[in-house]
């Protein structure tokens, strides 16, 4: 009587979620590197085109333009002194302009164990006033390197 029934019955139904439940699973691991990987990626990024960025406004603007590391996030602004702001000390004072507040993605840390390092100063001609390596390191244990060398160009290894 039920000959010419068509479709998938229960079983083969719920052996097809199983299947595809247990590649979910075995593939779920792999996502979250992929995600941590992708965070450090997008964040080293992001910090080297802000980087130029801080550069670009130095030349434009004629002035110290300052970014200032701390483990978890970085500050861009013009050093120049406005609205009551003392120019070139180096801290944000008065009404000076920010640039850029960003915090990093999620597991990833700016390494602040090079000192020279925590905040860079871009004069007017775009040259810093520091050179060396930003580490950026996520949980999986892999870094990244942002390259300021001597003539301002940065890079990303």
Do not use: C, H
């Amino acid at each position: 009587m039920y000959k010419n029934i068509k479709g998938f019955s229960t079983i083969e139904i719920s052996i097809a979620i199983a299947i595809v439940l247990i590649l979910v699973m075995l593939s779920a691991p792999n996502v979250v590197i992929w995600m941590d990987n992708e965070n450090l990626n997008s964040t080293a990024r992001g910090l080297k085109v802000n980087l130029e960025m801080a550069k670009a406004r130095a030349i434009k603007e004629n002035a110290f333009v300052i970014t200032n590391l701390s483990a978890s996030s970085y500050t861009i602004f013009v050093d120049n002194g406005s609205g009551g702001g003392f120019a070139n000390d180096g801290v944000r004072s008065g009404q000076e302009e920010i640039l850029a507040n960003k915090s990093v993605l999620n597991n990833v840390t700016i390494n602040l164990t090079a000192p020279n390092l925590t905040s860079i100063r871009f004069n007017g001609r775009g040259i810093p006033n520091v050179t060396g390596s930003i580490v950026l390191n996520n949980n999986m244990g892999k870094t990244k390197r942002i390259n300021i060398n001597i003539i301002g160009r940065i890079t990303i290894q």
